[in-house]
């Protein structure tokens, strides 16, 4: 069970990029995903978690009404939308599934099956 998060780059503030999380192995569709950064010198930071459907979303307030999190199952990913990117939002974002039960989309600890993160640079 590995994940692997891709679509990072270097942008300008205000600009846009879509981050994608491919699953090997297993079946996106059958589990809540969560996206989390870290910046440097930096704890990792809960974003965005998506639940089986795209109704069940959460964001932290910081991106709220900036990130989108969405998922397609078909081609067994999930998007992590981000618009209007700020300097703030430089960190490396990773990917993650919770472990099963009841989970924090903030915790860190409540989510396994990191796989390697992707770099968003925004410069002002």
């Known amino acids: 069970v590995q994940l692997q998060a891709s679509g990072g780059g270097s942008v300008q503030s205000g600009e846009s990029l879509r981050l994608s999380c491919v699953a090997s192995?297993?079946?996106?569709?059958?589990?809540?995903i969560g996206w989390f950064r870290q910046a440097p010198g930096e704890e990792r930071q809960g974003v965005s978690c998506v639940g089986k459907s795209d109704a069940e979303v959460y964001h932290i307030e910081s991106v709220r009404g900036r990130f989108t999190i969405s998922r397609d199952n078909a081609k067994n990913t999930v998007y992590l939308q981000m618009n209007n990117l700020k300097p703030e939002d430089t960190a490396v974002y990773y990917c993650?599934?919770?472990?099963?039960?009841?989970?924090?989309?903030?915790?860190?600890?409540?989510?396994?099956?990191w796989g390697p993160g992707t770099l968003v640079t925004v410069s002002s």
């Open positions: 993650a599934t919770p472990h099963p039960g009841d989970y924090d989309c903030r915790s860190e600890a409540d989510f396994r099956s």
């Open positions: 192995g297993f079946s996106l569709e059958n589990y809540d």
